[in-house]
């Protein structure tokens, strides 16, 4: 079964792709039940697609009237996660994520900035598919704009009106929720706590409070459509239903969105698919937690929000995409600069350990080194994939997957490191010409040589990549360049420039050989608070950025 995961630990390096590899069919110890969490339901469900090796997933996309806050990374973000875990289980995914471009805030904004609705919805759908792409989240099979359904928005509105679940007035149509028993069926709430939506004013003309507009009347200077009930334009739910219908059918496997989203818009949603056609269903309803800030959710409407834009100004898109996947994508995540700095310190370790092994291993990849993979080593990358299946096929894991990934890096960073000392004890021992025969032989019994820890290296770099890549936090660029990329953003953080840094280096260089080491620790102390911390090698002082000490 697909579903299943069965993928062997990598033994070969592999490039960062445009979407994750796929599983191999080679048998693992105990095949998973990828079971994922069911808003619906409440509990964690073993998932089963439709059809067998297939999946149909649709994803509520953004309002573009405005640049994208990391509440929107967030959500973005866990999806592109789950999209990349199902095709490296061997799914072929069809994901839909919308564009809602016609909406009372893009109607107000670009009124109050003098262009169209059309230019200002596009202009900003440009700028997200930007900091999607800087994310690294991969394009979905489709992303429809609403403007462009509205022939099958108001099909579905005759058909919800055919069957007695609608009522038109004056050029309005509405959602009867007294004719929909099921209603609230998916956030669980009492009707007499139901409100209008948050986009929707109070109408007194409603025969319920809690109907929603599926059709709104034209309005003097807004856009409009011809329609059976006159000019107007969708409301905001039935978008939603009209273009899930239309390219994944009328019962399909996910749907997922912000926890926000559960009530009104997918309750909404799933009201009006069914009153239209009673065999619509949703296998699985995923949700989102949000970013808060100060305790409260961070959004558009309250200004309390960062853009996508303002973080990456400041931290590598590869440190918000790993302080995202952080915590798991069901909990809410706590904004702060701390938590920002920490995922900066340890995304930079990642790539700086990977860089540290391609550098090691360049001049011996032409070698075929053909000894076996390390005992030690062979058991650790296999108890690392196992762990990783079990971890991402429990409803995705992330935070458990990523903190697993250290001993990786560990068992990286001390083969590079008994390497280095082997290989200076041969060269010694080659000078002094003491490289006699029993020496040798006790030499090979008790340690490993050189080809080993190749090996070994070769073998926990590929495991190490190819998990990054299925998560889509290998970077698109070399290492090097994102580490210089990394190093950049943390001066800018620290308000220096390079060459004001390598100054004060300097100036410390001057301080110590004079001696002067209360000056000397001064420097390197003031830089570390500012998060740069200063290295003494044999052939001079590096820096690398680190987490701001206090």
């Known amino acids: 079964m697909a ?93 839909v994520r919308n564009f809602t471009d016609i909406d009372d805030k893009i109607i107000k904004r670009a009124n109050e900035r003098g262009e169209t609705v059309t230019s200002l919805s596009s202009r900003f759908i440009n700028e997200f598919l930007l900091d999607m792409t800087e994310l690294q989240c991969l394009p979905p099979t489709r992303e429809p704009r609403v403007t462009d359904h ?23 149509v509405y959602f009867s929720v007294d004719s929909f028993p099921e209603y609230l069926s998916l956030s669980g709430r009492k009707l007499d706590q139901n409100q209008a939506g948050a986009r929707v004013a109070f109408d007194t003309r409603k025969r319920n409070p809690a109907d929603f507009a599926l059709w709104k009347a034209a309005k003097e200077g807004e ?58 269903e949703v296998k699985c309803w995923m949700h989102n937690g949000f970013v808060n800030k100060d305790d409260k959710k961070m959004a558009k409407s309250d200004n309390n929000f960062f853009t996508i834009r303002d973080i990456i100004a400041l931290y590598h898109p590869m440190a918000l995409r790993f302080f995202l996947m952080r915590t798991h994508y069901r909990s809410d995540v706590n904004h702060s600069d701390k938590a920002l700095e920490i995922a900066s310190d340890r995304v930079y370790y990642i790539y700086q350990t990977l860089y540290d092994c391609e550098e090691v291993l360049a001049i011996y990849r032409e070698e075929g080194i053909s000894v076996p993979v390390p005992a030690q080593e062979k058991i650790m990358i296999e108890e690392h994939h196992e762990q990783f299946l079990d971890d991402m096929s429990d409803d995705l894991k992330t935070t458990d997957v990523l903190d697993g990934f250290m001993n990786l890096l560990k068992a990286i960073n001390s083969n590079l490191t008994d390497l280095k000392k082997l290989q200076q004890k041969l060269e010694q021992q080659i000078k002094k ?16 040589q050189p080809a080993d820890h190749i090996q070994a290296l070769i073998t926990l770099e590929a495991e190490l990549k190819d998990k990054l890549s299925i998560l889509g936090l290998m970077p698109p660029s070399s290492l090097a360049e994102v580490l210089k990329q990394l190093k950049e953003k943390a001066l800018t953080r620290a308000g220096l420039t390079e060459e004001e840094l390598q100054e004060l280096i300097e100036q410390r260089n001057v301080a110590r050989k004079n001696k002067q080491f209360e000056v000397s620790d001064g420097i390197r102390r003031n830089l570390a608070t500012k998060g740069v911390s200063l ?14 000490e206090s």
């Open 3 to 95: 579903e299943e995961a069965k993928a062997t630990p990598s033994t070969t390096v592999t490039e960062e792709a445009q979407a994750p590899p796929p599983a191999t069919t080679a048998e693992a110890k105990e095949p998973r039940q990828l079971v994922l969490f069911n808003s619906m339901t409440k509990s964690k469900e073993p998932f089963q697609p439709r059809v067998e090796g297939k999946v149909s997933m649709y994803v509520c996309g953004v309002t573009p009237y405005d640049f994208s806050h990391i509440g929107h990374a967030r959500a973005y973000v866990a999806f592109d996660v789950l999209y990349r875990y199902l095709k490296f289980l061997g799914y072929e995914v069809e994901y």
């Open 150 to 172: 509205i022939e099958h928005i108001i099909e579905l509105i005759t058909k919800i009106m055919e069957n007695g679940k609608a009522y038109a007035m004056e050029g309005d």
């Open 223 to 280: 856009p409009f459509w011809d329609s059976p009930w006159g000019r107007g334009r969708p409301g905001w739910h039935i978008e939603c239903s009209a273009m899930s219908a239309h390219y994944l059918g009328h019962v399909f496997d996910i749907h997922g969105g912000g926890k926000d989203l559960i009530f009104p818009h997918h309750e909404n949603e799933l009201a009006q698919s069914r009153a239209a056609y009673p065999e619509s």
């Open 433 to 448: 010409k003491q490289q006699q025969k029993k020496q040798q032989q006790k030499q090979q019994q008790s340690q490993k």
């Open 535 to 548: 290295m003494d090698e044999p052939t001079g002082t590096v820096w690398r950025p680190c987490e701001p």
